[in-house]
């Protein structure tokens, strides 16, 4: 937070503290949350036990502390969730977003589901929630935890699930009356063509379901640099899509998310943290480099083609 403190001086970051056990409670059951606290004070459990809440997975290991680890984490998204529910119109934190945990079994390195914590809190105080999710991966946690719950839109822009973790967020998988939308992007999409899609069924979406608040997950991964996924994404473009979700509005909570390329992600959050403040993102960081990328891969192709015929088929079915 160094850069951003010293970008934006005037606002004061917080310690949220630790989420607590009855956030938890609100998206994980009791068992799973049971196999967690043990785990993570070292005791024994049940192999099945184990296996069913996702522990045996390479992407999952189980460690000591690691409930006290995920509360910490999940903290920023509870407390400005909390914030918002109180009448604020903007809290955001980078240290979660954590949005692969499913309700019963931790998944992609996520053990609890912060993002789903904040919707749920924000149900509490508005009748429809929107989540948005730009992260390179499919917000798969979320959208399954709401899958049936209609005052809830989950709305993921990512890689196909055919070429990446976790494998899902086909068009196909619209939820409970269309409240969840999905926009898989082949490997190699560009940024300009991945903002077009974004802000087409955003609006569409956000017309339809008219939310009164949104959690937004600002995964950077979708960076043309990011070691894990393909999509050709700049920082500068990464940054439009902030502002598509900044200019509905409407009270919003921002969480980070996946990021994997140290060049960027600091860079990006500090600029969306900016952004949404309102304050001008500068154009050299303190230490003198660019904010912006320069001198970026030449894409492959765009996959605008596609990608158009994809958001036919999540605007009209
Ligand atoms: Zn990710």
């Known amino acids: 937070m160094r850069l951003f403190e010293a970008c934006a001086p005037d606002f004061p970051v917080t310690d949220p503290g630790l989420a607590t056990i009855e956030d938890v409670k609100l998206v994980h059951g009791s068992d799973y949350i049971d196999t967690v606290q043990r785990l993570s004070q070292g005791l024994s459990c049940p192999e099945e036990a184990v296996r069913a809440a996702g522990f045996l997975s390479g992407d999952n290991p189980a460690f000591s502390g690691m409930h006290d680890a995920a509360l910490a984490y999940s903290g920023g998204a509870t407390q400005a969730a909390r914030d918002i529910a109180n009448g604020g119109m903007l809290s955001m934190t980078v240290t979660g977003g954590l949005h692969h945990a499913r309700q019963n079994q931790a998944s992609g390195f996520c053990i ?30 979320v959208q399954w935890i709401f899958y049936e719950d209609r005052s809830v839109m989950t709305l993921s822009i990512h890689e196909d699930g055919r070429f990446l973790y976790p494998g899902t967020g086909h068009v196909s998988e619209r939820g409970a009356e269309n409240s969840s939308v999905n926009i898989p992007l082949l490997p190699y999409t560009t940024g300009d063509v991945w903002l077009d899609a974004l802000r087409e069924v955003l609006k569409a979406s956000v017309d339809r379901f008219r939310p009164e608040a949104v959690v937004l997950q600002m995964g950077t991964d979708a960076h043309v640099l990011d070691p894990l996924g393909h999509l050709s994404v700049s ?51 303190p230490d003198g480099r660019a904010f912006f990328d320069e001198n970026l891969p030449t894409p492959r192709d765009n996959n605008r083609a596609q990608a158009e015929d994809i958001v036919r088929r999540v605007l009209h079915g």
């Open 112 to 141: 609890y589901n912060d993002c789903a914590m904040a919707v749920s809190i924000l149900r509490k105080a508005f009748e429809r929630v929107l989540y948005v999710d730009i992260d390179l991966h499919h917000g798969d946690g």
């Open 235 to 285: 920082a500068q473009e990464w940054l439009e899509g902030i502002v598509l979700v900044k200019d509905l509005g409407l009270p919003l909570v921002a969480l980070g998310g996946g990021g994997y390329e140290q060049t960027t992600v600091p860079r990006m959050w500090v600029a969306a943290l900016l952004t949404l403040l309102g304050l001008p993102v500068p154009d050299t960081q």
